[in-house]
């Protein structure tokens, strides 16, 4: 028998992980853009909010930093109905996914935006912005571009992440994986070919995050492409 046989390939296993990608890509992208949003958010109010929202910024970070991603899956799916609150698998994974991923992506934002230039703050102060404006339309783009490698190895974890969901029954790509191998019992040719998926994934989007730092480059930062 060969490792990936023509009629379980063509007929079950493809079948299977494409849909299983479809979910993950479902899962994904929307966590993706909330949690680069929401980390731009957080970054921008620990730096240039007031004593209480950056203590509030900085608490929510190291939660969601220290607190395993697997563990807050299941206090958002099994701990928040014990809330009146009960979530269906789906939201609930692209929930805990974006308030994670938000978390990290605010560290990379902070120190992209204590990376600008003061002068450029007080510059803007003294042209006749307030600091909402400046940090706005000023600061954050510039430090947003300086964050791209950081957040974009974020995207790339968070691809990585998207296996757990299946721990609350959102059948994604590994989900799918494990229901078809527990069924034929061909753990060795299943797994390969979720790996080879991910593997291909990852590529991709690292490719397409390294053509869009070459476009938004600063210049006079970091080295010629």
């Known amino acids: 028998m060969t490792l990936f046989g023509n009629e379980f390939l063509l007929n079950e296993l493809l079948p299977t992980l494409n849909k299983g990608l479809w979910i993950s890509l479902m899962l ?3 966590s993706a853009v909330l949690g680069f949003l929401a980390g731009v958010f957080l970054g921008v109010i620990r730096v240039f909010g007031t004593r209480r929202t950056r203590w509030a910024g900085d608490a929510y970070t190291a939660i969601f930093r220290g607190v395993p991603l697997a563990i ?3 206090l958002i799916y099994f701990g928040l109905p014990n ?18 991923s938000a978390a990290y992506h605010s560290e990379y934002i902070r120190g992209s935006l204590l990376a600008i230039r003061q002068g450029q703050m007080k510059a803007a102060l003294a042209l006749g912005f307030n600091t909402p404006q400046a940090a ?5 783009p510039q430090a947003a571009r300086l964050a791209l490698p950081g957040c974009g190895n974020e995207i790339i974890y968070l691809i990585k992440y998207s ?4 721990l609350v029954t959102c059948m994604e790509l590994t989900g799918q994986g494990k229901l078809l191998a527990a069924l034929y019992f061909r753990f060795t040719e299943v797994f390969l070919g979720v790996g080879l998926y991910y593997l291909t994934l990852v590529t991709l989007t690292g490719w397409l995050l390294r053509r869009l730092e070459q476009k938004l480059r600063i210049p006079g930062f970091g080295l010629e492409v």
């Not at 009146?84 to 698998?89: K, V, Y």
């Not at 296996?163 to 299946?166: E, F, N």
């Open 136 to 140: 706005l339309w000023i600061i954050v």
């Open 72 to 74: 807050q899956l299941m």
């Open 28 to 30: 994904i992208v929307p």
């Open 83 to 100: 809330l009146g609150i009960s979530l269906d698998p789906y939201p609930a994974a692209v929930c805990s996914f974006t308030l994670c």
């Open 163 to 166: 296996s757990l969901a299946y």
